[in-house]
Each structure stands twice: as structure tokens, then as C-alpha cells.
């Protein structure tokens, strides 16, 4: 027998969940947050602004340019960029980061405080990532300045991992967990901190264990996929981002910490757009590209794990929580209706290529 109901899918949450013989075909939730973006600038932007507002009410807007965001006035410059790439009808909010360099004065930051548009400053190790060569060369050379994120009480948002070259690519998060983070936290106990895009059970059990202070994102690809996605059969570039694929365990404790309930665990897509020839070549670039479907993998996801009741919360509650920014009032909807993703997308002269590309997406935006 076939049952069309609409139901709360818990008392606890705004989800309605339309179902068919207990499948559920619509959902209806908060419209959810992104809380660690990176947008790019210039050309390219019409195409990434454009996936993210549509799904997206806010965004934390990574800082590592090419020459990076460095201070607020190059923030609020870069805000208005992205603004002026909105498409009509769509309200969207930017939530500008500062690039934490051992330049960073307390005027600056002062500053950045008072110009209200700062939601958190973001460490990059020096050579650890994409656009990494301005970050930090000794973590504890800027404790002064973590000193003065607390005492400001600005959200310190990390790329926790160690850029040591003798330090085995599968290691370096947990290294720097035990080697600086621990520390950090020792040593700041009131700072907000968020481990932006964890890969591990280690990092799992590292934020569990630390003070309400602490929190973590976590990436679509990362609950995705594990490390035999990207290498068995061959090498596939577009899988390939930092923090890198883990063993298929450590993508297990990560969907356990997503769909648990826990506030500390909250959506980042860490979406990641590059050059389609930057990625295929004989040394590519990291980062995935996933905000042109990032919610509706996120559901995918979710809704295997038999946990589409904990989707709302993860993507719009627990992260404007932890900013201490209120929830949205917007809905979003989303209907379970394949759609298969298209092979490239524009990306100024050049093009992307996004995640699952040419291949199905079981969740529909329903707009
Ligand atoms: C990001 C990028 O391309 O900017 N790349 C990635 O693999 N995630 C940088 C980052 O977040 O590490
Ligand atoms: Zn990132």
C-alpha cells in the first residue's frame, strides 16, 4: 500500500519529510550554512557564488587568495566581489576570514572586530595546502596573537596539519593534533576553535574529548569516499584534496561523528574549485569541487547512514551555534529525483570539473 504523509521526521527539529511506503521522497528543512568555502575571485566567480547561494544562506569565505586576504580591508573589498556575483533573487551572506600571517598586528584585529564583517581568522602551516606559502612557519612564534584571538574572542579556524616533509602525507593531521593542537588548547582554554575538514578517528576523538570550545567541519568527500577511491584502478585527480583521503575506518569514524548528534560536528564542504588543467596534469593541485550538488550529497550521505533526521541540525544549527549566529528562518527543499551532474561546469576561461561528474545525484534541489 502506498502512504503520502508529511510528518516531522522528530520533535526536536524543523525536518518535514514527505514519505512513500516509508521512503522519503521531499525533504524540508533550515536552509543550511557553509562553514569553510572557498570561493576563488574574479572570472570565476558567477559560477561558484551561483551553486553555493543556491543552496547555501551563509558561507565561511576562505581567505587563501593567490595573494591572500591579509586584512579587512582586502576583506570587505573581496566581500563586495562576491556580492556583485549574486545572482538576483537570492539573499546571501559572506562570512569574511582573515589569512593569519605572523604580521597579523592587534590593531588589526581590533579592527577586523569592529568592522563586523570577520567571522574567524584562519592558520594555514606554511606549505601545507593550496595557497599556503604566506601561512605560519613556527606556531609557537604566534602565540601572542592567539593570546589576542581569545581575549577578542575571534573564532580560530586551522588547517591542522603539519607541512614537515618528513612526515608521512597519511600522518600529518594526527601529528599536528598531538604536536600543537593539544598544546594550544592548553594554553588558551577560552579561544573558539574550529579543526576545519578532519580526515581521522584521531581527530574524531580529539574534538569529543576537548572543551565545548572546540569544534570541527567536515567534507562531503571526505564522508564519501576513502583512499581507495582515489587510487584503485588508477589515479583519479578530482578526488585527490588535503587533507587527503583516508583508509576507509577513518571515513567511518567521521560518518558516525557526523550523523551522532554531536554539536561539535558541523558541514564544511571545504568545496575546492580548480582549473580542470591544474588537476590533470603530472603534479595537480588539491581540492574537490562540490558545491554544485553539496547539500544534496550531504543527504545522499545521511540518508544511507538511515540518519536524514540529523541532516538539519549538522548543516544549519550546530555551526551558526558555534559562530553564535542565529539559525535561518528560510527553508530549503530538496526531492528525491536523480539528476545526473554534468561534465564540466564554466569556470572564466577555463573549466571544472565537479565531483561526480557524469555521474548521478540521488537528491534534487526542489526550487
Ligand atoms: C584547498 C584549496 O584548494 O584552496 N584545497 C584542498 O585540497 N582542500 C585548500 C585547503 O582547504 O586545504
Ligand atoms: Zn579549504
Redesign the pocket.
Known amino acids: 500500500m502506498t502512504t503520502s504523509t508529511i510528518l516531522s521526521i522528530d520533535n526536536s527539529s524543523n525536518t518535514y519529510a514527505n514519505k512513500i511506503n516509508n521512503i522519503v521522497t521531499k525533504l524540508t528543512m533550515t536552509r543550511p550554512d557553509d562553514w569553510h568555502l572557498?570561493l576563488r575571485d574574479g572570472a570565476v566567480l558567477p559560477t561558484t557564488v551561483r551553486h553555493s547561494v543556491q543552496r547555501f544562506a551563509r558561507a565561511i569565505i576562505?581567505p587563501?587568495l593567490k595573494s591572500p586576504i591579509v586584512n579587512t580591508d582586502q576583506a570587505q573589498a573581496y566581500q563586495k566581489r562576491i556580492l556583485q556575483a549574486l545572482p538576483t533573487h537570492y539573499n546571501f551572506k559572506p562570512l569574511m576570514t582573515l589569512y593569519l600571517t605572523d604580521q597579523l598586528t592587534t590593531t588589526e584585529l581590533q579592527k577586523a572586530v569592529a568592522s563586523g564583517i570577520i567571522y574567524a581568522v584562519k592558520l594555514y602551516p606554511s606549505g601545507v595546502?593550496?595557497?599556503s606559502a604566506s601561512g605560519i612557519k613556527s606556531i609557537e612564534s604566534i602565540y601572542p596573537i592567539f593570546e589576542t584571538l581569545q581575549r577578542l574572542d575571534v573564532p580560530l579556524s586551522i588547517?591542522a596539519e603539519v607541512s614537515d616533509p618528513q612526515i608521512d602525507i597519511f600522518d600529518r593531521e594526527k601529528v599536528f593534533l598531538e604536536d600543537y593542537l593539544g598544546k594550544i588548547i592548553k594554553s588558551f582554554p577560552e579561544l573558539r576553535i574550529i579543526i576545519?575538514?578532519i580526515t581521522t578517528s584521531q581527530a574524531v576523538d580529539f574534538v569529543k574529548e576537548a572543551s565545548t570550545q572546540v569544534a570541527a567541519t567536515i567534507t562531503i568527500q571526505h564522508l564519501l569516499y576513502n583512499r581507495n577511491a582515489m587510487l584503485l584502478g588508477g589515479i583519479r585527480p578530482h578526488l585527490y584534496?588535503?587533507p587527503i583521503l583516508k583508509r576507509a575506518h577513518h571515513q567511518q569514524a567521521l560518518l558516525t561523528a557526523a550523523i551522532s548528534g554531536n554539536p561539535k560536528f558541523f558541514l564544511g564542504t571545504?568545496s575546492?574549485p580548480?582549473a580542470q588543467s591544474t588537476k590533470e596534469c603530472s603534479c595537480g593541485?588539491?581540492?574537490c569541487y562540490t558545491a554544485h550538488a553539496a547539500i544534496e550529497l550531504y543527504a545522499e550521505v545521511f540518508e544511507q547512514a538511515g540518519a536524514l533526521d540529523k541532516l538539519e541540525a549538522f548543516a544549519a544549527f550546530y555551526g551558526a551555534d558555534f559562530y553564535r549566529l542565529p539559525h535561518n528562518q528560510e527553508r530549503l527543499q530538496l526531492v528525491k529525483a536523480a539528476w545526473t551532474v554534468p561534465d564540466a561546469y564554466s569556470f572564466g576561461a577555463n573549466q571544472v570539473i565537479p565531483l561526480r561528474a557524469g555521474e548521478k545525484v540521488t537528491w534534487k534541489l526542489d526550487c
Open positions: 572557498h576562505m587563501n595546502t593550496t595557497n588547517h576545519e575538514h584534496c588535503l571545504d575546492a580548480h593541485c588539491a581540492g
